[in-house]
């Protein structure tokens, strides 16, 4: 019986030290820089479809706001989804690599185009647009 009291009470012991309070990790920088990069990606996104030049000068430059408002004119509605798949940070820029679809109407014509893009963000305190260095979805398909 004392025994058993002491292989209890061992077990016990073990149990509660581990389910104690497991350290939280932080949160590594790679990290942080890809969920700052999708945010901005995904912000410049619902902009572009709301056809929002307001939302766009938020998250832009001056260089990336003119690359993208002078096509808002040019389509009726857009259906545009995003799948950020790399983010590469160089000193105060990040380039983000995109997988694109979409489908833009027009007078009642759809027309669908999908593709990889590579955008530029800048920035020390904000990421912010700057260009889409290739495959700009943020043109009206020709």
Do not use: H
């Not at 990040?94 to 920035?123: C, I, P, Q, R, Y």
Request: glycine content about 8%.
């Amino acid at each position: 019986m004392r025994r058993s009291l002491l292989i209890l009470l061992v077990c016990v012991l073990a149990l509660s030290a581990g389910c104690s309070k497991k350290q939280i990790k932080p949160v590594p920088e790679g990290a942080v820089y890809f969920n700052k990069a999708n945010n901005i990606i995904q912000a410049l996104r619902r902009g572009y479809t709301a056809k929002d030049a307001a939302a766009i000068r938020l998250i832009s430059t001056d260089k990336g706001y003119n690359e993208i408002v002078p096509s808002l004119d040019k389509f009726d509605a857009v259906k545009l989804a995003f799948s950020t798949k790399w983010v590469d940070v160089r000193g105060s820029g990040v380039t983000v690599n995109v997988e694109w679809n979409g489908t833009w109407t027009k007078g009642g014509k759809k027309t669908s185009e999908s593709g990889m893009a590579v955008f530029e963000l800048t920035g020390q305190q904000q990421l912010k647009f700057n260009t889409a260095i290739t495959g700009s979805p943020f043109r009206y398909p020709q």
